[in-house]
């Protein structure tokens, strides 16, 4: 009988673990794309994209292949059965395995945690957390980020209205070069901020880092300063530096590889009066970038005309 058992576990247990760990691992990750793929998470707990929330998008990819793995390697294991007379043998240097409750405890080690840990696990930050690890108002304690680059400008005609090298090239060739527009007509030249991104009411698009990289940068800050922009965040109080009580956080998570590095940061949000929101709840608000200078340094402080709830974005993190 007790041969038989351990038989029986040397049979199945590694089968087991690894589809366990597969399972757990597919359900974390994010669906490849394709419609195949998306219907499946559609109609499984698998591709639940819980991932997001703990790694960034490079390492993504290995919580894919890896669940892939581990579920090839259970299926291998289930056709292809292992030589289980080691850990039947009375002389197995295994001393654990030798025995069927060692054989389950070992089971348990390896799942319990990541079981647990995939089942109970908050997807998000709470008040508490982000207290803890100390929010960041200022982007000098941050990486250094430079300007986006504006698109490539269009050729524009001369100030003095003569023809360009091209034009010359042109008419060398015997081909009449276009007509010249009116002298009254305004030259159609690109805006530098074109680059942009601007919501449907023409409010510039911005993230929490976009402000406080703007603080201290004349280039970024020239591009947001005194514009109407829309920004999404959780909702914290501001605790420090705010005596009349009308300004609030903007917080957001800034990871650099995964949740262990996240660390909180947050644009300073003014207005008449605190959102009747809860705690950590998600925002969006609109309104005027401002960058003054108070205690001696240069801060993001966003003027709004508007605060209203809203859906977590796609990405809770920023990277």
């Known amino acids: 009988m007790f041969e038989l058992m351990n038989k029986l576990f040397s049979r199945w247990l590694p089968c087991a673990t690894l589809a366990t760990w597969s399972a757990i ?24 994209g819980r991932v997001t929330a703990f ?18 390697m259970a299926l291998v294991f289930l056709l292809f059965p292992a030589d289980a007379s080691c850990c039947s043998a009375a002389d197995c240097g295994h001393s654990l395995t030798r025995r069927s409750w060692g054989k389950v405890l070992t089971f348990l080690i390896l799942l319990l945690p990541i079981t647990t840990a995939a089942t109970f696990s908050p997807d998000g930050f709470s008040a508490s957390a982000v207290n803890h690890r100390g929010v960041a108002t200022d982007a000098r304690a941050l990486p250094m980020r430079t300007a986006p680059l504006p698109p490539p400008e269009l050729p524009l005609p001369t100030k003095d209205a003569t023809p360009s090298a091209d034009t010359n090239a042109t008419a060398n060739n015997s081909t009449p070069p276009p007509a010249a527009a009116p002298a009254s007509a305004p030259q159609q030249a690109q805006s ?5 991104q601007r919501a449907f009411d023409g409010s510039i698009i911005v993230e929490v880092l976009d402000l406080l990289y703007a603080a201290q940068d004349n280039a970024l800050r020239k591009d947001f300063e005194g514009k109407k922009v829309q920004l999404i965040g959780q909702l914290m109080p501001d605790s420090t530096n705010n005596p009349d009580g009308t300004r609030f956080k903007a917080v957001r998570m800034f990871m650099t590889c995964c949740a262990a590095d996240a660390r909180p940061v947050a644009t300073l949000v003014e207005s008449a009066k605190k959102p009747e929101m809860p705690e950590m709840a998600w925002i969006k608000i609109t309104g005027t970038a401002t960058f003054p200078v108070e205690n001696g340094r240069r801060i993001a402080v966003l003027k709004s005309d508007k605060v209203e709830a809203t859906k977590p974005p796609e990405e809770a993190m920023l990277y």
């Open 25 to 48: 691992l597919l359900h974390l990750a994010v669906a490849p794309s394709g419609a195949v793929w998306k219907n499946i998470a559609k109609w499984t707990f698998l591709f639940s």
């Open 55 to 72: 790694l960034t998008p490079e390492f993504r990819i290995g919580v894919l292949l890896s669940g892939l793995a581990m579920g090839v």
């Open 192 to 196: 530098p901020a074109d680059y942009l």
